[in-house]
T-cell receptor, first 112, second 109 residues
Framework: SAVISQKPSRDICQRGTSLTIQCQVD?????MFWYRQQPGQSLTLIAT?????????ESGFVIDKFPISRPNLTFSTLTVSNMSPEDSSIYLC?????????FGQGTRLTVV | GQNIDQPTEMTATEGAIVQINCTYQ??????LFWYQQHAGEAPTFLSY????GLEEKGRFSSFLSRSKGYSYLLLKELQMKDSASYLC??????????FGAGTRLAVHP
């Protein structure tokens, strides 16, 4: 099973600023996934991050708002840009070790 | 469209059995998953069904009927620590995981 380290675990940010979330996996994986979980709701896929190519974004999510880096097979970052209170949510990274998906502990973001 | 439905909340008594249902309509099907999520924590994998039938794992069992677009998670001998949200997820087209809204289960003495 994959072990994922995600940081920061939580942050409180001012509106208009940006936050970069880091995700480190203990093994090499082809794809890493970024999800958002809004309060009381389930997980929504933001994008799939592939090493060596641009991330693939889901409907409703754009690169300018959520730029993603994937410099190698064990690491990825998600940036939440120009934040507003509506971005307050939990952000999780995930990898698959077929068939299971493993999740980082999540980043609880509060925008004030 | 893609849709996964499960009850919002359930309550049950310690030691009892509870069944959490999930119905789905997705474009493509590559398996159905159940995850457990305690408050403030990441989801953890419970079970996976890709063929029709029952998969048993200790106190937890999961059932799938692909023709009916239906699954359930069965929890036996409930313990207080089973109080959590249970997420039904389908791996649909392009192997993407689509999650239901989750069922919050409260186990009381």
């Amino acid at each position: 099973s994959a072990v994922i380290s995600q940081k920061p675990s939580r942050d409180i940010c001012q509106r208009g600023t940006s936050l970069t979330i880091q995700c480190q996996v203990d093994s090499q994986v082809t794809m890493m996934f970024w999800y958002r979980q809004q309060p009381g709701q389930s997980l929504t896929l933001i994008a799939t991050a592939n090493q060596g190519s641009e991330a693939t974004y889901e409907s409703g999510f754009v690169i300018d708002k959520f730029p993603i880096s994937r410099p190698n097979l064990t690491f990825s970052t998600l940036t939440v840009s120009n934040m507003s209170p509506e971005d307050s949510s939990i952000y999780l990274c995930s990898v698959e070790d077929s068939p299971e998906a493993f999740f980082g502990q999540g980043t609880r973001l509060t925008v004030v | 469209g893609q849709n996964i439905d499960q009850p919002t909340e359930m309550t049950a008594t310690e030691g009892a059995i509870v069944q959490i249902n999930c119905t789905y309509q997705t474009s493509g099907f590559n398996g159905l998953f159940w995850y457990q999520q305690h408050a403030g924590e990441a989801p953890t994998f419970l079970s996976y069904n890709v063929l029709d039938g029952l998969e048993e794992k200790g106190r937890f069992s999961s059932f799938l009927s692909r023709s009916k677009g239906y699954s359930y998670l069965l929890l036996k001998e409930l313990q207080m620590k089973d109080s959590a949200s249970y997420l039904c997820a389908v791996k649909g087209g392009y192997n993407k995981l689509i999650f239901g809204a989750g069922t919050r289960l409260a186990v009381h003495p």
